[in-house]
Nanobody
Framework: QVQVVESGGGLVQPGGSLRLSCTGS????????VGWFRQAPGNEREFLAA????????FVADSVKGRFTTSRDNAKNTVYLQMNSLKPEDTAMYYC??????????????????WGQGTQVTVSS
């Protein structure tokens, strides 16, 4: 079983930045792809970005490309989502999720098995 915990959310002004962290409890976390998603009230869960288990390949959705990046530090069992130039429409609960060991990174919720509880990001002046 892999427990995943997000942190780093909060209130930020438009144009500001936040870095979210996703930490996995198990030693196998470093062997799993990780995806980032968000969900605003009344909306479906939206895929944002993913990183492969090695950390040498990432994918960012067009909706946030140029503003969001993801990376990982396997020595710390942690994956990051760097968010820049934040907009009010980025306000949502942000989730990370871990996939199958040594498997390719995926682009939808069905590709991930272990989910965190989420961290709230609010962009407002």
């Amino acid at each position: 079983q892999v427990q995943v915990v997000e942190s780093g959310g909060g209130l930020v002004q438009p144009g500001g930045s936040l870095r979210l962290s996703c930490t996995g409890s198990a030693h196998t976390f470093s062997r799993r792809p990780v995806g980032w998603f968000r969900q605003a009230p009344g909306n479906e869960r939206e895929f944002l970005a993913a990183v492969n288990w090695r950390g040498d390949s990432t994918f960012v959705a067009d909706s946030v490309k140029g503003r969001f990046t993801t990376s990982r530090d396997n020595a710390k069992n942690t994956v990051y989502l760097q968010m820049n130039s934040l907009k009010p429409e980025d306000t949502a609960m942000y989730y990370c999720a871990a996939g199958r060991q040594y498997y390719r990174m995926g682009y939808g919720p069905q590709d991930y098995d272990y989910w965190g509880q989420g961290t709230q990001v609010t962009v407002s002046s």
